[in-house]
């Protein structure tokens, strides 16, 4: 399961029930934060997401409504008991803001906070099953985007052939990387015997708050889910450039010179009621595109 | 006009769509924001909250659950294009934490924000039409209720008399104010031929978070109406105890003490789903009570 769940869907104001930005990746037994816009852990609770589950938090950069829901959701974390390590991976002055946020209420925190500062590109974690890269984009505040990059063995297991050739569970996980079994009898089974080649591994890419900027295509080459920001439709784009915000059409651009597999769209502005055109001029000039819609998830 | 809306009646963690701590105090075309926890401002969008007549927002404590909410609400007043000055009422270390959330999101307001910093208990607010106190409460950090009283003039117009003596519009305020009218002839009007004694001004008075304390009592003698809390129910005692709150029993107990007219109740653990419990076990010992639901306008 390689999955991102939408909480929040709207730009800087909130609007129309719509949320400001929020996501939760699902990568097997893992679940990642991307952004805690205001009201975030109330989306949790209403659409059942695990908060518990979630060990690594990304923050794209620090205006409010892509953040401000942090501190409430860190310090509920705290309340309902949790002692599992959390890691915070964002620009490096909130560690100061949630710092005096916790000392104005006397509280410490039950986990320990391990704060990352993303300060310049470059991968930010790499662990056996996946790695998360950030990239920046061009806003009016230094931002980020994220990649996250599962890793998968390069062999997957052939459930019928390990039966009959009577090999122990135990083995399965060197099976996966590519090694021969070898009998009791000294026979050598070799690998391609009981295993299959493993599908490629899938990638996500958030690209945050940006302006239309062909470079990010560039960074996020080849991603089978590219999220990408559109703040306004297409007739919009002076305004679009102006605030470092994106349109339609060019999210659409983007996601086709990037040659992503399927295109999300977000971050809508508070002057639309309805999101209807977003999809239809997208879809126009990228057809695997879908709206991020609040509570659905959509498979990488 | 006299009347406090409930935005949101839950204790630390949101649960059952119940809300941390906020409500608005209508006086006449005045409203008062007191307290504002996350998802304030989508709950003030929910019940129709018009944002632009706050112009006095008072803060009991840091807890989160009791002005998280807050950095997000003067953000969109920002966007919204607001430029009528604000004055913020709160613990002093509020400033430095709002400060350092708007210089990491290079934002500058377009309207003024005049912090007041309350640190001592006292008279913090004194106009024409209302008044201002604060009082402290005993919790785990400096906390502080608020008693709002609405100020009248001694006496109010009598509609008949005032067109049966021909008396000029331009003059009501003086009448109001005790004043005699003298004709053009040099007649004398006496003031209580055309005007009768007001009403009693009305006071509010919201207890914030604190242990069961009788000094409250002493603070809100003869208010109208008396929010206090009621974060356990009465079998709680201890552990409202050891965490500085009350229980249902102890916010009848200080309501009946301070000679309250009513007692609203409010600030339930999410421990408990429904609030029932809570209604009766405050009624059976103060008759005049109403629990704080959301959406809920109370007349004062």
Redesign the interface.
């Known amino acids: 399961m390689f999955a991102v769940t939408i909480l929040g869907n709207n730009s800087?104001?909130?609007?129309y029930d719509r949320?400001p930005t929020a996501q939760v990746v699902t990568l097997n037994d893992q679940l990642f934060l991307i952004d805690c816009g205001?009201?975030t852990?109330?989306q949790m609770?209403r659409y059942k997401i695990r908060r518990s589950k979630i060990n690594h938090i990304f923050i794209s950069h620090?205006?409010?409504d892509h953040y401000?829901?942090l501190?409430?959701l860190l310090?509920?974390m705290g309340?309902?008991g949790r002692d599992n390590p959390l890691h915070l991976y964002a620009?490096a002055?909130?560690e100061?803001?949630i710092t005096?946020?916790l000392?104005?209420?006397?509280t410490n925190l039950p986990f320990t906070l391990h704060f990352h500062p993303v300060t310049e590109p470059g991968q930010i974690l790499d662990n056996p099953k996946f790695s998360v890269e950030a990239f920046s984009t061009q806003h009016?505040?230094p931002c980020f985007g994220y990649i996250i990059r599962e890793k998968r063995n390069p062999r997957r297991i052939n459930k019928e052939k390990v039966v009959e050739y009577n090999i122990p569970a135990a083995f399965y996980d060197q099976l996966k990387q590519g090694a021969d079994y070898v009998t009791k009898d000294g026979e050598v089974i070799a690998n391609e015997s009981v295993t299959l080649p493993n599908l490629a591994p899938r990638s996500y890419a958030f690209c945050a708050d940006t302006i239309y900027d062909e470079q990010i295509a560039e960074k996020v080459r080849g991603v089978n889910l590219l999220y990408h920001e559109t703040t306004y439709l297409a007739d919009q784009a002076e305004r679009a450039a102006s605030r470092f915000h994106t349109t339609t059409a060019q999210a659409a651009a983007i996601a086709q010179k990037a040659g992503a597999q399927k295109l999300l769209i977000g971050h809508f502005s508070s002057k639309y009621e309805t999101l209807d055109a977003f999809l239809a001029e997208t879809k126009a000039a990228f057809a695997q595109t879908q709206l991020a819609t609040e509570g659905t998830t959509f498979l990488i």
């Open positions: 800087a104001l909130p609007a949320h205001e009201g852990q109330m609770a620090l205006h409010g401000f829901g501190i409430g310090t509920s309340l309902l620009p002055p909130l100061k803001i005096l946020q000392e104005a209420a006397s009016r505040i």
